[in-house]
């Protein structure tokens, strides 16, 4: 007789595979990664599209949607749609850059002070309230005293340098949290150095709260960046959605009634910061077992 062979056992899904098949599934997740990725595409392609630059007199002026203007033109004949995904890539380039920079520095702080403890913790915390409480319109208002030119890299920087406290705040108690397991204890004990710790054995068993707080850090940059815009404190160069929102109200787009010009924008941002804490509440679904959606 033949030796029958075992039947291979299904393989249980690693924690990765397990992921995605929630991840796929969350309508929540789907739906704002859609839209993000839409204003993506449109903001570095779209560019693409056009001979001419966003800020070119390229029509009649005050001209309504066409199919030659998509958005219609401005009072000065510019088109309001190249402006519009023209201003789609900066935003995206300041909110990314505003937000992995506030990342940085809010785990840098958080992993340190929830992992050292006593005076370091003592001292980050007290650094962590003076840039809480730090009036940031005040700030901005004197270096744009002093600075003749604004850029998008400016802008950045401040919104990343004013933005951390929270995250370095919340990533501070998952930290304390975990320095105390078994195995963060078995390391120290091996002589591994805190740095080493932290990157190898903290920051990993983190890295879906990590990724939950890059998306608004990400999404608040995006909302801060547009808000400096609006005001007048934005760049001085170029265009985004903001700058789109602050030379419509300039030239009274609405009480010419040119809704063409300030509604794409406003939408836009709306658009985008939304869809970004739609993708933080299906992520946090994803991650959480207790509120994955089956």
């Known amino acids: 007789m033949s030796e029958v062979l075992p039947q291979p056992q299904p393989q249980p899904p690693t924690a990765r595979r397990e992921a995605l098949h929630f ?12 839209i993000v990725a839409v204003f993506l595409v449109a903001g570095l392609a779209g560019p693409l599209l056009f001979d001419h630059g966003p800020n070119d007199y390229v029509g009649p002026p005050m001209a309504p949607p066409s199919g030659e203007f998509w958005f219609g033109t401005t009072t000065f004949g510019q088109d ?3 402006q ?9 380039l300041v909110g990314v850059l505003g937000g992995v920079l506030a990342a940085i520095v809010g785990m840098v702080v958080g992993f340190v002070a929830g992992y050292r403890g006593g005076w370091v913790d003592e001292l980050l915390n007290m650094l962590t309230n003076i840039v809480l409480v730090l009036p940031a319109l005040v700030v901005l208002l004197i270096i744009n005293a002093y600075l003749g ?16 406290p929270w995250a370095a705040r919340a990533i501070r108690a998952q930290t304390f949290s975990l320095r105390s397991r078994d195995f963060v204890d078995l390391a120290r004990l091996s002589g591994v150095r805190t740095p080493k710790i932290i990157l ?8 879906s709260y990590l990724f939950l707080t890059f998306i ?7 909302l801060i960046a ?14 985004s959605l903001g700058l789109m929102l602050n030379n419509a109200a300039r030239w009274s787009a609405l009480q010419l009634g040119l809704w063409w010009w300030f509604i794409p924008p406003g939408a836009g941002i709306t658009a985008i910061v939304g869809a970004l804490y739609v993708m933080n509440v299906g992520l946090d679904e994803v ?7 089956m």
């Open 23 to 34: 991840a796929l599934r969350n309508r929540k997740l789907v739906v704002g990664t859609v």
């Open 80 to 82: 309001v749609f190249a």
């Open 84 to 92: 519009f995904v023209y201003g789609l890539r900066s935003t995206f």
């Open 149 to 164: 030119v604004r850029s998008i890299g400016v802008q950045a920087l401040f919104i990343g340098l004013t933005s951390w």
């Open 200 to 207: 190898r054995e903290i920051a990993p068993n983190m890295s």
């Open 216 to 222: 608004l850090l990400f999404g608040s940059a995006i």
């Open 226 to 239: 547009a808000s400096l815009d609006f005001i007048g404190l934005g760049p001085t160069e170029g265009v």
């Open 287 to 293: 991650f959480n077992p207790k509120l994955r959606e």
